[in-house]
């Protein structure tokens, strides 16, 4: 299941959300213990990351952040369990791809323009060394140069390639769980079918019964 965080159905006001509508606040647990299993869930992550070759950390790397923002996304959307995933999120579907979550994202205003210039350049890291065998490492010139334009590495420009890339991998995330804590999934919209009596007074007033 790529959705880390279910919905379940919480009383109005709780965890501070007066209106009911679901959050990460309202989860079926308080946030001790969201922040404490968050914390493990990158602590595994940063493990699996330090023991892949480079290949392998920048594909398990954005893959996991692809998950990441497609729970964001998630929580963004108005709660249908049944159809949310084949409507929106199966790979033929609107946010089928990691691209089309990342630009979704930003324009719901949800991330930055320069967390979606880190996530699209981190991107097109995973594709060059996912489509070109020959490529096995950060020191690769194509991609240590893309490493080397991501803003939320904290490293100075000479420090090693992988080190930037994992750099923004953290940075990236972290703003993607911050967003997390705020986003209000919107309530779906009241009918507005027409009644039959509405629809006999709107047929009367055009004279359509005649």
Sequence with gaps: MF???????????????????YSVATMAM????????????????RKGLTAESDRGSALFATAYLDK???????????YEPKKVKKDLFDFNSPLGTFSSRI????????ISKEVRQDL???RDIRNRFAHHPSVVSFDDEKIANKCRELQF???????QP?????????GV????????LTVRAPDPRLTDRPTEEVKTAHRAKLDLDE
């Design 120 to 122: 699209d350049l981190l």
């Design 153 to 159: 590495s904290f490293r100075e420009k000479k420090d």
């Design 162 to 170: 992988r080190l930037h890339f994992l750099g923004s991998v953290f």
């Design 103 to 110: 630009k979704m994202a930003y324009y719901l205003g949800k």
């Design 68 to 78: 990441a923002i497609s729970d964001l996304l998630y929580l963004s959307v108005v």
């Design 173 to 180: 995330l972290a703003q993607i769980h911050s967003s997390m």
């Design 3 to 21: 959705i880390r965080h279910q919905r379940p159905a919480v009383e109005p006001g709780a965890f501070g959300a007066a209106d009911g509508r």
């Design 30 to 45: 308080d946030f001790e213990d969201y922040f404490n299993d968050l914390q493990q869930e990158i602590k595994a992550f």
